[in-house]
């Protein structure tokens, strides 16, 4: 692929199933210069959701997250660790470019023993790499 093109998809669809039933749509579009969209859909035994219509009306969910995070940091209301959280919400979104890269299924017990390695072999700004081909389905394999 040319470098003009690049080699990562600027749109995907994932759906999640988890194991209670409740179940994910996600969706990502991310174009230079066009209009970008990154938008859920969630859906349980009580309804649905777009999931930023969970917070407490007129707050911007997104805004009352960092509130309650700097409030956490200095003290104001107890402490907030949420790493494990953002491990989780990292690892669900590899698990999905896997999947759509691969064209496979892939679940949480395959993402968490995986062997994918994208890690460079060298570092440093004078260290020339060429960038990695772009992903096929049925051809890019999960690891």
Request: aromatic share 10%; net charge neutral; with cysteine.
């Amino acid at each position: 692929m040319a470098p003009r093109y690049g080699n990562i998809y600027d749109q995907m669809t994932s759906d999640f199933i988890y194991p209670n039933g409740v179940r994910l749509s996600s969706h990502c579009r991310q174009y230079r210069r066009a209009s970008n969209d990154v938008s859920d859909l969630i859906v349980g035994s009580k309804g649905r959701s777009a999931g930023n219509d969970l917070a407490p009306k007129g707050i911007d969910s997104q805004v009352q997250e960092h509130i309650d995070f700097i409030d956490s940091i200095l003290g104001r209301k107890p402490y907030i660790n949420q790493a494990n959280h953002i491990a989780e919400s990292t690892v669900t979104c590899i698990m999905a470019r896997e999947s759509a890269y691969s064209g496979t299924t892939i679940t949480w017990h395959q993402i968490m023993s995986s062997k994918q390695d994208l890690m460079p072999k060298e570092f440093g700004y004078e260290v020339k790499m060429k960038p990695a081909p772009l992903p096929v389905p049925g051809e890019y394999k999960f690891v």
